[in-house]
T-cell receptor, first 111, second 115 residues
Framework: GEDVEQSLFLSVREGDSSVINCTYT??????LYWYKQEPGAGLQLLTY?????DMKQDQRLTVLLNKKDKHLSLRIADTQTGDSAIYFC???????????FGTGTKLQVIP | EAGVAQSPRYKIIEKRQSVAFWCNPI?????LYWYQQILGQGPKLLIQ????????DSQLPKDRFSAERLKGVDSTLKIQPAKLEDSAVYLC?????????????FGPGTRLLVL
């Protein structure tokens, strides 16, 4: 099955850019997602990218996909304190499009 | 549009007791998922329903966990008997399509503590 790995923690200053990285193992993954989880809340879909794309931009969010290296990144421009949360990368694979989540990266934004 | 509803939000039980969680997906969503999220980890899929049929329960500990979605709408997840390692947040999600390749919308989760 799919394995998805992320670094555990990232700390940035307010106004700087944040880059959260993810690696996955299943080259047949059709979609890759980024979810945000705030304390005590469920997961909120932030953005996703199709496997035939290299980049997707959505307001302050930029997703880069390197299929050769099976590497996905999420860049948040002008990071705000409200961006402090845990960010999960997730890959979709298999006949029933099973979603496998990474371990999550905790983003801390310092005012 | 109402989101995915889950209850209860919190539950504390002693080991070897039973517990049940309830989920009501977004209206019209064919696919329903139950995930277990242990503290410090990402969600792990326990079971996936399409309408009222199970399409993936490969990671469900079937000796103690069971789930049903009898009318293809709401669902219950049961643990009997509970173990200490079952302490986690149980997340329910739903998606519109039957091929799974649709956005999953998550409920707020049920936080279970087993003492």
């Amino acid at each position: 099955g799919e394995d998805v790995e992320q670094s555990l923690f990232l700390s940035v200053r307010e106004g700087d850019s944040s880059v959260i990285n993810c690696t996955y193992t299943d080259s047949s993954s059709t979609y890759l997602y980024w979810y945000k989880q705030e304390p005590g809340a469920g997961l909120q879909l932030l953005t996703y990218i199709f496997s035939n794309m290299d980049m997707k931009q959505d307001q302050r969010l930029t997703v880069l996909l390197n299929k050769k290296d099976k590497h996905l990144s999420l860049r948040i421009a002008d990071t705000q304190t409200g961006d402090s949360a845990i960010y999960f990368c997730a890959g979709v694979s298999g006949g029933y499009q099973k979603v496998t989540f990474g371990t999550g990266t905790k983003l801390q934004v310092i005012p | 549009e109402a989101g995915v509803a889950q209850s209860p939000r919190y539950k504390i039980i002693e080991k070897r007791q039973s517990v049940a969680f309830w989920c009501n997906p977004i209206s019209g969503h064919a696919t329903l998922y139950w995930y277990q999220q242990i503290l410090g980890q990402g969600p792990k899929l326990l079971i996936q329903f399409q309408n009222n049929g199970v399409v993936d329960d490969s990671q469900l500990p079937k000796d103690r966990f069971s789930a049903e979605r009898l009318k293809g709408v709401d669902s219950t997840l049961k643990i009997q008997p509970a173990k200490l390692e079952d302490s986690a947040v149980y997340l329910c999600a739903s998606s519109f399509g039957t091929r799974g390749q649709e956005t999953q919308y998550f409920g707020p989760g049920t936080r279970l503590l087993v003492l």
